[in-house]
T-cell receptor
Framework: AQSVTQLGSHVSVSEGALVLLRCNYSSSVPPYLFWYVQYPNQGLQLLLKYTSAATLVKGINGFEAEFKKSETSFHLTKPSAHMSDAAEYFCAVSVNTGGFKTIFGAGTRLFVKA | NAGVTQTPKFRVLKTGQSMTLLCAQDMNHEYMYWYRQDPGMGLRLIHYSVGEGTTAKGEVPDGYNVSRLKKQNFLLGLESAAPSQTSVYFC?????????????FGEGSWLTVV
């Protein structure tokens, strides 16, 4: 069975600072990994995804994530935070086991201070 | 460019009342889902459908029923609402069973049971 853990329910950074949101996963088979972002009062939208091609994945709005199999991690980063990045971020893991199976993490709320 | 549309957006129910949340997608997706989102718990899958006329239980199906009579629609019913069902509900869809597919979300339905 797969699982996903997001470290830190809240992260606060200053505008212009590095954003690092942590995600660790567990899966018995090669996983697909996703980051979704949820802005206030909206649904989730895809930020980026890893599907076994390049281990460094670039997404929208300057975000990127690196798949590290040895560490079972898929941390999300952005070099310089912007006020508009304030949102909730969800890591998700999905596997091809013959049926639907996508598990979402509990989410990390990012606060950006001026 | 509608994507996934949910109605109603907001609803207040009294304990014991029934209601149906409506979801429509215009992307010709095979898979559709209903999630609930609660603080600190991320997204939890209630029910899902892998095609017209099919439904299956997710992680937290108790107290809910669903129907997928048409490919583009997925209905979530609460037969006898309870305060524990106060939550934000998201409908979502994805193209097919490939776990690498992006999941597309609606904007959410806020339900309060008093």
């Amino acid at each position: 069975a797969q699982s996903v853990t997001q470290l830190g329910s809240h992260v606060s950074v200053s505008e212009g600072a590095l954003v690092l949101l942590r995600c660790n996963y567990s899966s018995s088979v090669p996983p697909y990994l996703f980051w979704y972002v949820q802005y206030p009062n909206q649904g989730l939208q895809l930020l980026l995804k890893y599907t076994s091609a390049a281990t460094l994945v670039k997404g929208i709005n300057g975000f990127e994530a690196e798949f590290k199999k040895s560490e079972t991690s898929f941390h999300l980063t952005k070099p310089s935070a912007h006020m508009s990045d304030a949102a909730e971020y969800f890591c998700a893991v999905s596997v091809n086991t013959g049926g639907f199976k996508t598990i979402f993490g509990a989410g990390t709320r990012l606060f950006v201070k001026a | 460019n509608a994507g996934v549309t949910q109605t109603p957006k907001f609803r207040v129910l009294k304990t014991g009342q029934s209601m149906t949340l409506l979801c429509a997608q215009d992307m010709n997706h095979e898979y559709m889902y209903w999630y609930r989102q609660d603080p600190g718990m991320g997204l939890r899958l209630i029910h899902y459908s892998v095609g017209e006329g099919t439904t299956a239980k997710g992680e937290v199906p108790d107290g809910y029923n669903v129907s997928r009579l048409k490919k583009q629609n997925f209905l979530l019913g609460l037969e006898s609402a309870a305060p524990s069902q106060t939550s934000v509900y998201f409908c979502a869809s994805s193209p097919d069973r490939n776990s690498g597919n992006t999941i597309y979300f609606g904007e959410g339905s806020w339900l309060t049971v008093v």
